[in-house]
Every structure is written in structure tokens, then in C-alpha cells.
């Protein structure tokens, strides 16, 4: 199973960007779906998640300017992220808790490799 994350690089403070994270593979179904986020010098956070059903959740940093939504059918993850600040500038990563077919089937997590997000203006 791969993941593979599009979208991201500069924007000003104010404006917008769109991350996509696609899932490819052996994949018998996808549970949650979502974005963390590591800042220079900073912790891992959760940005954004989105579980099958589509119930959400959000860091209280980013509620209402992100929008997480997913597409069952292409096994995406989009992250519309709005009214951008430069405290939003980080690695974005995707994830998927997945399950998978054999070799070795189960539930795993997955990442994606990164894509950096910068605000400044």
C-alpha cells in the first residue's frame, strides 16, 4: 500500500492551498483518513482527520479554515486549507489506517512521504 500526497508549497497569509493524498495497492477497505503536520522545532500534530463515514474531526487551529473530505471510491483524502497563516507552515503528511490483503493481511498505518506547505508573504 502506498500513499501518495500532491498539492502544497507557498501561498500568503490569507490565501489558499488544496493537499490530495491518494491510496493505492492491496486495499480491502480504508478506515480513517487524515493530515498531521510537524513545524520546525515543533511536535507532530493532527490536523485534520476523517474516518469512513465521514465524521471529522479538526486541531482547534485550523477549525473553519480547513475542510477534510475523502472519496471512498478513488481512496483520496483532499485538505482545503483557507484563510492560510504562517503558523500553518509545515510538512504536511498524510495517513491511512487500512486494510489490507496479503502478504501479511491486517490493519496497518500508513504515511505518505511529505509535502511542504509554507505561508509568507
Known amino acids: 500500500v502506498q500513499l501518495q500526497a500532491s498539492g502544497g508549497g507557498l501561498a500568503q497569509p490569507g490565501g489558499s492551498l488544496r493537499l490530495s493524498c491518494a491510496a493505492s495497492g492491496s486495499i480491502v477497505s480504508i478506515n480513517a483518513m487524515g493530515w498531521y503536520r510537524r513545524a520546525p522545532g515543533k511536535r507532530s500534530e493532527l490536523v485534520a482527520r476523517i474516518t469512513s463515514g465521514g465524521s471529522t474531526d479538526y486541531a482547534d487551529s485550523v477549525k473553519d479554515r480547513f475542510t477534510i473530505s475523502r472519496d471512498n471510491v478513488k481512496n483520496t483524502v483532499l485538505l482545503q486549507m483557507n484563510s492560510l497563516k504562517p503558523d500553518d507552515t509545515a510538512v504536511y503528511y498524510c495517513?491511512?489506517?487500512?486494510?489490507?490483503?496479503?502478504?501479511?493481511?491486517?490493519?496497518?498505518?500508513?504515511w505518505g512521504q511529505g509535502t511542504q506547505v509554507t505561508v509568507s508573504s
Open positions: 495517513n491511512a489506517d487500512v486494510d489490507r490483503l496479503g502478504p501479511y493481511p491486517g490493519r496497518y498505518d500508513y
